[in-house]
């Protein structure tokens, strides 16, 4: 540690180090920030078949510093009225066969975000687009927590390595 000499006192930090954060054991005012601008084509931008959601993950999401493509990778979409993309996070990074996925993390920046409506998307390490069990049941669990906040999922899209499956498409959401 780089520390400097005060005449009569001890040795002190110097200025020019970054300190460690201290969290305080009081409340604190939480913000939401953009990480980065993602450019993106106007014909991606509006975001309402899954064709376009799958462009703006081979754009953006294969990109992403957190993403894995051998493991699978949920991210959400964020949409306003108008079913154009106000952006992307990324919820989770599972394994090759599975993630963990909760409505409290799919929805947390959707509603700081002031979303309108959601399209969540992960990809199959293995491949194949085609829904697993789980894929439909938390599509539907996610759906149902949507209709409670009123913030629309259309769709849930599965990105393999050449194609995409809309769980909307095979008729998972109701």
């Given at each position: 540690m780089n520390t400097t000499e005060n005449p009569g006192s001890t040795?002190?930090?110097?200025?020019?180090?970054?300190?460690?954060?201290?969290?305080?054991?009081?409340?604190?005012?939480?913000?939401?920030?953009?990480?980065r601008e993602c450019p993106t084509?106007?014909?991606?931008?509006?975001?309402?078949?899954?064709?376009?959601?799958?462009?703006?993950?081979?754009?953006?999401?294969?990109?992403?510093p957190y993403f894995n493509p051998e493991c699978e990778c949920l991210v959400v979409l964020i949409l306003n009225t108008r079913r154009k993309v106000k952006g992307h996070y990324f919820v989770s990074v599972g394994t090759m066969d599975t993630i963990l996925v909760h409505p409290r993390e799919v929805f947390?920046?959707?509603?700081?975000?002031?979303?309108h409506a959601i399209?969540?998307?992960?990809?199959?390490?293995?491949?194949?687009?085609?829904?697993?069990?789980?894929?439909?049941?938390?599509?539907?669990?996610?759906?149902?927590?949507?209709?409670?906040?009123?913030?629309?999922?259309l769709d849930h899209v599965v990105v393999g390595s050449f194609n995409h499956t809309s769980l909307r498409e095979l008729g998972y959401m109701y």
């Open positions: 040795l002190q930090p110097s200025n020019n180090l970054v300190q460690p954060i201290k969290l305080s054991s009081q409340p604190q005012e939480w913000k939401i920030i953009s990480l084509p106007a014909d991606i931008q509006l975001c309402d078949t899954p064709a376009q959601a799958a462009a703006y993950w081979k754009l953006h999401i294969t990109q992403h947390r920046l959707a509603i700081m975000a002031s979303a399209v969540v998307m992960h990809n199959h390490p293995s491949g194949e687009t085609s829904p697993s069990e789980a894929d439909v049941k938390v599509t539907r669990d996610l759906v149902r927590a949507g209709q409670l906040l009123k913030i629309e999922v």
